[in-house]
């Protein structure tokens, strides 16, 4: 279950960390400190993953009237009107369905406010944090930096390290080699960081837990062992927790993670939650496939990751250690290539991950045409093996190996590279590191066929046929130690394809740069957006869905519509009425419910014949009808304390929502620009004739982003909510759509 690292492997550690006890005196001697908390101020970081933002922001109204909120891209803040909210809480634990809710106060520390922004703050020394591995969009909004923001982008946060923060120490410089200086002085983790900042942990850790596990030692893995790290990037830690200290069911080889998860989590995290002066923002994630436990250590305000199911990740960074000290040019190579991913939005979840995509440029630097690394096999071959979980984890840095012939510069490196890849065929393919081949799927799934160096994956298979590599995937990347893991596994057809078009894009733009002996590559390279990568997010900007007619195909029709002798095709005329009613509601939901601008185009293309009223005759002689909308109002929220009143039976719901709106905005402080939105989208409506359907489609045109998201969701659900009540309820009264009454009112009174 936890297995223990050999001690030949262990990171040593440079500097003592203060002690725990130390440290407890050092807090008590400054008197509460007072933390310069925001009175009311509450902030929800990460957001939770099991329940809607909705529904985080009504949960979080049970205990007090919120003055303002706003959401970032992984966070939520709220300031109530007083503060006793805040205490409640904060003196709580807070679960919703799954999930314990992640809550933090606000401090001022020098912070400027701006109120339809997040705190924006001074300049420190420290930056937020930018994970790496993981979600590469976590922001923390209570840091000490937050990034600047601008008024069309109010929820993209900008990361310390981003391009447009850095870009002026690289535009000065002409040449590749002087640019790619300037960009990894202003990026990277710096040995003397790693050293202060880093390194203490693992100490300090071994110091607190052994009271909890005596056999308890921590070891560093990941980008910051790999020497492959960003600034402020996450500190990944395994821990050995040992026998002493665990109940006998926890000693057994193999046992479920389900069944130690409980066990180690209650007693690490109890300690941590004693020890508020090292430890916050503490997470639990226990039934990930590997089980972690997040926080910040507060002396060194580094954030970690730790681990305890095994220590095979200390081995799989020592290789990516070994690979990027090779050769002069590969550090430097990996770290480019790894800030590319990350300025394009290549690497992260459901992406190619930081781990993965390093394997990849291994696997590169492996074949035979480029030959600056030699196949982990060829290293293994020379040691004996030592053996964690069925794999080798043990090689010999020191292997003689045939002297290197490619002079090749690292410009002309990461030219290559990318032109491999933009042409690589990941279709049906394995990428394997332990020899550097690609095997064909079929190959790969027929053990017989595998070559004897292969025998311990071989063996593992045929022990548990469960077990086997996951070769059916877009991807398939073999880790080169767990010989059983497709590192490469989560990563999306999507993912892989932005990562090829970018490849192809930044080939050509080396290929340009070539000729002049690749200056201004680097500005050249994050100067530019690849179109398709810009066609991509686009893409996204869209949002459909379908309103069938079924059983209130009849709604709306008048009294005597059975009686009539003037209508001669009663069938067609029903289908046209419900065209009419629908296509009205809709836009009535736009204008009375979300409060928006809305324009009717009869012809979207050309933009022309813009209408007023859309009559029947509008909706029976066009296919497709475009609303042009814009808003700046948000009414989706505080909704529920004004609808205690609505118990008026002949209203339809459409009609109690668009009262309930009105009372929203006539609460809303014209100043609060917390409340303020941009809203700017198309939304098409298409008849469909078999079934009877509206098919409803928005383009977004130039609104927030997050709040477009957050709109989406809302029409998702009541637009066919509100509509199949509200016909209902037409029905019901035997009411035609000039009947409802509210409707008919806010007519006359627009007219």
């Known amino acids: 279950m936890n297995s223990k690292p050999h001690e030949s492997v262990k990171p040593k550690n440079t500097q003592i960390a203060t002690s725990s006890k130390h440290q407890e005196v050092r807090t008590e001697q400054k008197p509460q400190e007072e933390e310069h908390y925001l009175p009311g101020r509450l902030c929800v970081a990460p957001l939770p993953k099991t329940i809607s933002l909705n529904e985080l922001a009504q949960f979080l109204r049970q205990f007090g009237t919120i003055k303002q909120q706003h959401y970032g891209r992984n966070f939520f803040w709220v300031e109530y009107t007083h503060s006793k909210p805040v205490d409640i809480l904060m003196s709580r634990t807070?679960?919703?369905?799954?999930?314990?809710?992640?809550?933090?106060?606000?401090?001022?520390?020098?912070?400027?406010?701006?109120?339809?922004?997040?705190?924006?703050?001074?300049?420190?020394?420290?930056?937020?944090?930018?994970?790496?591995?993981?979600?590469?969009?976590?922001?923390?909004?209570?840091t000490n930096h937050t990034p600047k923001r601008t008024e069309n982008k109010?929820?993209?946060?900008?990361?310390?390290?981003?391009?447009?923060?850095?870009?002026?120490?690289?535009?000065?410089?002409?040449t590749f080699d002087n640019q790619l200086a300037a960009l990894l002085n202003a990026v990277q983790l710096t040995e003397f960081e790693l050293t202060t900042r880093y390194n203490v942990i693992c100490t300090h850790l071994d110091e607190i837990f052994r009271s909890v596990f005596p056999e308890c030692r921590t070891y560093r893995f990941g980008s910051t062992l790999a020497q492959l790290s960003f600034k402020e990037s996450d500190l990944d830690i395994y821990m050995y927790v040992g026998r002493i200290g665990l109940p006998p069911i926890?000693?057994?080889?193999?046992?479920?993670?389900?069944?130690?998860?409980p066990v180690i989590f209650k007693k690490v995290r109890r300690v941590m939650y004693s020890m508020k002066s090292v430890f916050s923002n503490i997470i639990s994630i226990p039934k990930a496939k590997t089980p972690i436990i997040k926080f910040r250590y507060i002396p060194t305000n580094v954030s970690c990751d730790i681990s305890f199911k095994n220590g095979l990740g200390i081995y799989k960074s020592n290789f990516l250690r070994y690979c990027a000290s090779r050769d002069p040019r590969l550090r430097p190579l990996m770290l480019i290539i790894k800030y590319w991913a990350r300025h394009f939005g290549i690497s992260g979840n459901g992406r190619i991950s930081s781990y993965g995509l390093i394997l990849l440029i291994i696997f590169y630097l492996q074949q035979e045409s480029v030959g600056l690394l030699p196949p982990l096999l060829h290293l293994q071959r020379t040691c004996a093996p030592q053996i964690m979980n069925g794999w080798q984890i043990n090689f010999n840095e020191y292997t003689v190996l045939p002297p290197i012939t490619n002079n090749n510069n690292i410009a002309t490196l990461l030219h290559n590279f990318f032109s491999f890849y933009g042409e690589f065929n990941f279709n049906s393919c394995v990428l394997c590191l332990l020899?550097?081949?690609?095997?064909?799927?079929?190959?790969?799934?027929?053990?017989?066929?595998?070559?004897?160096?292969?025998?311990?994956?071989?063996?593992?298979?045929?022990?548990?046929?469960?077990?086997k590599l996951e070769v059916h995937k877009p991807v398939c990347l073999q880790d080169p130690i767990e010989l059983n893991q497709n590192t490469a596994a989560n990563t999306s057809d999507r993912a892989i394809i932005t990562f090829q078009h970018c490849c192809k894009f930044s080939a050509d733009i080396c290929a340009?740069?070539?000729?002049?002996?690749?200056?201004y590559l680097l500005t050249m390279l994050f100067g530019t957006i690849p179109p398709q990568l810009m066609q991509m997010k686009k893409k996204k900007k869209k949002f459909k869905n379908i309103i069938r007619a079924g059983r209130f195909v009849d709604a709306g029709l008048p009294e005597d519509f059975e009686t009539r002798t003037d209508i001669p095709n009663k069938k067609q005329y029903a289908k046209d009425n419900w065209y009419f009613v629908t296509f009205n509601l809709i836009r009535d939901i736009f204008e009375l419910i979300f409060k928006l601008q809305v324009e009717v185009l009869l012809d979207q293309e050309a933009k022309q014949q813009k209408i007023?009223?859309?009559?029947?005759?509008?909706?029976?002689?066009?296919?497709?009808?475009?609303?042009?909308?814009?808003?700046?109002?948000?009414?989706?929220?505080?909704?529920?304390?004004?609808?205690?009143?609505?118990?008026?039976?002949?209203?339809?719901?459409?009609?109690?929502?668009?009262?309930?709106?009105?009372?929203?905005?006539?609460?809303?402080?014209?100043?609060?620009?917390?409340?303020?939105?941009?809203?700017?989208?198309?939304?098409?409506?298409?008849?469909s004739d078999d079934p009877v359907a509206v098919i409803i489609m928005l383009n977004d045109e130039n609104s927030q982003n997050h709040i477009f998201r957050q709109f989406e969701c809302f029409v998702n659900s009541w637009i066919p909510k509100i509509i199949n009540k509200t016909l209902l309820h037409m029905l019901q009264f035997k009411k035609t759509y000039d009947q409802l009454t509210y409707i008919a009112n806010s007519h006359q009174q627009s007219g």
């Not at 799927?441 to 469960?466: E, G, I, W």
């Open 94 to 142: 807070n679960w919703l369905p799954n999930e314990k809710l992640c809550l933090k106060r606000l401090k001022k520390n020098g912070e400027t406010y701006n109120h339809d922004k997040i705190p924006q703050q001074k300049n420190t020394n420290h930056t937020p944090k930018r994970t790496e591995n993981k979600s590469e969009e976590e922001e923390d909004p209570n």
């Open 154 to 174: 109010s929820e993209e946060e900008e990361d310390p390290i981003s391009y447009d923060r850095i870009k002026n120490v690289i535009e000065n410089e002409v």
């Open 250 to 261: 926890c000693h057994k080889p193999d046992i479920p993670s389900h069944v130690w998860t």
């Open 435 to 467: 020899d550097g081949k690609v095997y064909s799927t079929p190959d790969f799934s027929q053990l017989d066929k595998l070559p004897d160096y292969m025998a311990r994956y071989k063996s593992y298979v045929m022990d548990n046929s469960a077990r």
């Open 512 to 519: 340009t740069s070539s000729a002049n002996n690749y200056d």
């Open 612 to 687: 007023e009223v859309l009559s029947d005759v509008h909706t029976r002689s066009h296919q497709k009808i475009t609303f042009r909308c814009i808003g700046n109002k948000c009414v989706w929220y505080n909704r529920k304390k004004n609808n205690r009143t609505l118990l008026d039976l002949q209203l339809s719901l459409l009609e109690k929502e668009a009262i309930m709106s009105d009372k929203v905005v006539e609460q809303l402080n014209e100043h609060d620009k917390a409340n303020n939105i941009k809203l700017d989208f198309l939304c098409t409506l298409e008849k």
